[in-house]
C-alpha cells in the first residue's frame, strides 16, 4: 500500500480534520469534577462515533468511574502484520482561573500568531489535539486504501487528569484483549519547536498533601498575637526546610536514594537534541535555570527529581485584612521521580521530614488517597523506534531525537507491569501549549504534520 | 439620685433586656461586604430607635460609607456635671467559614454552658453586647430617676470592622460637637474571667499584604519543575525569614526600634492581675506561649510587637492534586505595635526585608491601600480611672485591675489627637467569646453584670 496518496489526502481533509476537532474541544469532559460527569460521558460517545465512521467497531466501556473507549481493526491482516496498541485520553484539566483566559475555553478558535495559526481552547493539546492526530491518519488509511498497514487497538481513557482510579483494574480485567506488539502513546512534547522527538524516559511522580492545625479554633490575633503559634508560619518555616538554598537541593534526608547520574555520552545527545534554552525559560519570564546547581536546564527538567509545593492555603485571602490567627494550614504536593526512586520510601521520608520539624502544639494530618509511580525508561533498542525516527525525520525535515521528559505518564508503567508491554511515546505538542493553564493552544502545523507522521509511521513500521 | 433602684430596675429588666440584644443580633450587620450594605444602615437605624426609645434624641449621620450614629442627653444638667461620650460600633466581622458554626450566626440563641448561660451569635460579643450593656444602664438610669447622673454623647459607628474610613473625616468636620471631659469604649476584655479590667494600654496596628509572581503563568510541573521558580517555595522561604527560631524575635532589621521594656512595677501588677495562663493558652490547645524567649503569656499579648501572618494562598487548593507551578503566590499580614513603634517606619523596614531576599525572576507587588496606627497608652492619673476601678469592684465583688491589651482600637488615637479626649476603656467580654471566629457568643453574665456596673460607673463618675 503506497503512502503518497494518503498524506495527500491528509493535506485535503486537513479542514474537515480541524472541524471535527473543534467539536470534540466543545464537550466540557472535566474528569476531576462530579458537576461534569454527562459531559466526559458525550466526549466518549462522540469518539466512539468518530471511530466508527471510519470502520473502527468501538465501543464505550463502562468502569466505576469515567468510561473507556476501546476498539481494534485489521484483525484480518495476515500472520505477522505489526499490532500497536494506540493509547490516548480524551479528558481535560479544570479550567480556572477561568478570568485569564482571553476566549471561552470549551468555545474553540482557530488564531494567528507569530508562530502561525493555533486551536485555542482547554484540551486542543493535551490530549484531544495529540490523540486525533492519530485517529486521522487512521482515517486517511482507510479512506485510501480501505483498509490499515497495521493491526490496531485503540485505547482511551476519561480520567488521566484525575488519577486514572479505573485504569489498573480494566487493565488487569481485559489484559487478553489489550494485548499488542508495542503501545504507542501521543501526550507528549517536542524537545523545541519543530524538532520531532520520542521520549525515552519519564520522570515518576508522588503526590501528597498536608494540612497543619495550631490552636483549636481560629483566634483573633490581637488577644493571641505574640504566644500563639500560628500554622501558616509553621507551614511556611516547613516548606523553607524543604530545600537548602545554597546547593538548590531537596534537603529531605534520602531524597536522592535511587537517583543516577546522567551518562556522558548521554548528556552529550541531549545537547545537540535542538532544545532550546533561552525560549524554555525566558519564554515563561525566567532569566536562569532555578533548580539544582551544577546542572542545565534539561538535565534539572529531564532527569533530577523534584519537591514541589502546588497549592498551599490559609486563613484570610478576601478583600482588606482579618485580623485572624487561623487554626489550620493546607499544603499539596507533588513530587517528580527518577531512576530508581521508589515512591513509597520518598513518601514516608518527606512525612518523617515535616514531623520532625514540627513546633510543640502543631499538629499534621495527611491525605492517605493520593498515589505515587516510578520513572520510567523507554526500550528505545526495538527495531520499532529506529524506524519511527526515521519517518518523523522525513516528515519535519530533519532529524528526530530520543529525548528525556519532565513529565510522568503513569499508564507506560502500567503497561509494562500488566500487560508486559513497551511503549513508545511520540508528540507533537509545544512548550508554549500552556496545557492545565489558561489559554491551552496547539499549533496548526503540529495537527497537520502530526497527522501526516503518525501516517508515516504506521507505514514504517508495516514495513519489513 | 439614688443608685440601688437602678440596680434593681436592671435585674428586673434583664429579660426584657437580652430580648432587645437578640433583635439587634438578627441583623447582620457585616460592614466589609458590600451585599450587606442594607443590613447595615437597618442596624443603624435600630439603635436609633431604641436610643430614642430611652429619650435620647438619637440621629444616623451620612457619611460616604456606613452611618454614624450620634445622641446627645443631659445638656440641661448643671454646669459642671462630668460629660461623657461613649464609643461603640453597630458593625460585625463577616462569619466565614460558616460550615463550623453550631448554629446560624444571625439567629442568637441562649445556650447553657459550664461556664453559665451564654447568647450566642455573631456581634454578640464584638460590639453589640459589650455596647447594650452601656445603653441599658442608660435606660435604667433614665426609666428610675427620669434622667441620667451624666450628660452623655452617643457615637456608634458601623465601620470598625472594615478599617473605620469614615471616622477620621467624621471626627474632624464635628469636633465640636463630639467633644466631652472622657471618652468611654466597651469594645475590650477583662483579664480573666470574672477580674473586671481598665485597659491601660493598647497595641498598635500595621497591616501589609504583598504578591509574589514567579512565571508570567501558571507552569506544568511537569514540563517546569526543576528549573522553574515556584513563588510558593518563594513566600515560604520569605515568611520563614521573617523569624528567628531561636529567640522567637520577629528578624527585620528595625522592628523593635521604639520598642520599651515594661519596668519592674508594672510587671508585678500584671503578675497580681488575675490573668489566667493556663486556661488562655489551654482553652485554645496550646500548652506554652510561642512568642519572644525570656517573656510571659501575658507580656507577649500587652507588651510585646507581632508580624502576623493572617493569610497565605496561591496555586490548587480544590479535591485531589494539580501539577502546577502557579504564577503568583500571596500574603497578608498584619503587626501589632508597642511603644514607640512608628508604623510607616515599620512598614518600610518590612518591604525592604521582603524585597532584600526575593530570588532573580521573582517579583513583589504590595497593597497601597492599608492602614496603621501607633500603640495608645491610656491616662490612667485621671481621676475618673480610680472612681471606675472602684465602682467596678464593688460589682465585681472583687478588686479591679489596669491591664494591659494585645488588641489595638484605633478610634482612641483619634479621639487623642482630633478631639484632645481621654480614653477609658471598660469591657466585659472574656478570652473564649470567639471574636472574629464562628460560634461568637457574649457570657450572659458579662451582659447583665456589665450592665450593672456602667450604672455604677456613672453614679461614681457623677459623685465629687
Known sequence: ?????????IDTDLDAAMERLMTFLRIPSISTDPAYKAEVDSAADWLV????????PAEKRPTTGHPMVTGQIGTDLPD????????GHYDVQPVDPLDLWDTPPFEPQIQDTP????????GASDDKGQLMTFVEACRAWAAVHGSLPCRITFFFEGEEESGSPSLVPFLKDHADELKADLALVCDTSMVSRGVPSISSQLRGMLKDEF????????????HYGGPGLNPLRELSKIVASFYDEETGKVAVEGFYDGVHEVPESQLRQWENCGFDEAEYLGGVGYTKAHGEKGYSALEQQWARPTLEVNGLWGGYNGAGSKTVIPSKAHCKITCRLVGDMDPATLRSNIRKHVEDRLSVDAKVTWDNDLDGARAFTMNVERPEFEKARSALSDEWEREAVFAGMGGSI??????????????????????DDAIHSPNEKYDVKSFHKGIRSWARILDALSSK
Chains 1, 2 share one sequence.
Do not use: C, W
Open 1 to 9: 500500500m503506497s503512502l503518497t496518496p494518503v498524506l495527500e489526502k
Open 49 to 56: 462515533a468518530d471511530l466508527q465512521s471510519i470502520g473502527i
Open 80 to 87: 505477522g502484520t505489526p499490532h500497536v496498541l494506540f493509547y
Open 115 to 122: 508562530n502561525g495559526k493555533v486551536i485555542r481552547g482547554r
Open 211 to 222: 494540612t497543619i492545625t495550631g490552636p483549636t479554633i481560629d483566634l483573633h490575633s490581637g
Open 410 to 431: 503513569p499508564v507506560v508503567g502500567y503497561f509494562k507491569t500488566i500487560l508486559d508491554l513497551d511503549s513508545m511515546l511520540v508528540g507533537f505538542a509545544n512548550e
